[in-house]
């Protein structure tokens, strides 16, 4: 993570002189060759900004770049990119998100019925006011 003072893409760059393949291939080659991915991001895509309203230029230079085995163990990772305060760069956080969301079939269990409770609280899972939409709704009532 941090400011890699070169961009991996030409569309990395708004502004100024436009940038080439072979300005490029430095850092793509490290990128490549590492097994390495940018993390998702949200906020601003420019990152630097030399400060100018003469000829501005906006670059890429700041970014999380992360190997398979940091997106098997933070699938939903992700860093924010805020504006910038007391610098030309934006600083960015990094959003771990811990919780590893896993997702299970539906079975129905028949002691389940058994229960003295389980036909009014099936009956008040389903008879909820719902803002989703009837499938996303259902499953949600489902998960209860």
């Given at each position: 993570m941090?400011?890699?003072k070169c961009c991996q893409f030409p569309s990395d760059k708004l502004g100024g002189n436009a940038l080439h393949q072979n300005q490029l291939s430095d850092f793509n080659g490290l990128i490549f060759y590492a097994n390495l991915k940018e993390l998702a991001s949200v906020g601003p895509s420019y990152t630097w900004f030399n400060q100018r309203t003469?000829?501005?230029i906006h670059i890429k230079l700041d970014r999380m770049l992360v190997n398979d085995d940091w997106m098997e163990a933070y699938p939903n990772s992700h860093y924010v990119v805020k504006p910038p305060k007391c610098s030309d760069h934006c600083p960015i956080i990094l959003m771990p998100c811990h919780k590893k969301v896993t997702h299970h079939r539906f079975l129905f269990k028949n002691y389940w019925i058994k229960s003295k409770d389980f036909w009014y609280l099936l009956l008040s899972i389903f008879t909820g006011n719902f803002r989703e939409q009837p499938f996303v709704a259902l499953c949600s009532c489902l998960r209860n």
């Amino acid at each position: 993570m941090g400011d890699f003072k070169c961009c991996q893409f030409p569309s990395d760059k708004l502004g100024g002189n436009a940038l080439h393949q072979n300005q490029l291939s430095d850092f793509n080659g490290l990128i490549f060759y590492a097994n390495l991915k940018e993390l998702a991001s949200v906020g601003p895509s420019y990152t630097w900004f030399n400060q100018r309203t003469i000829n501005p230029i906006h670059i890429k230079l700041d970014r999380m770049l992360v190997n398979d085995d940091w997106m098997e163990a933070y699938p939903n990772s992700h860093y924010v990119v805020k504006p910038p305060k007391c610098s030309d760069h934006c600083p960015i956080i990094l959003m771990p998100c811990h919780k590893k969301v896993t997702h299970h079939r539906f079975l129905f269990k028949n002691y389940w019925i058994k229960s003295k409770d389980f036909w009014y609280l099936l009956l008040s899972i389903f008879t909820g006011n719902f803002r989703e939409q009837p499938f996303v709704a259902l499953c949600s009532c489902l998960r209860n």
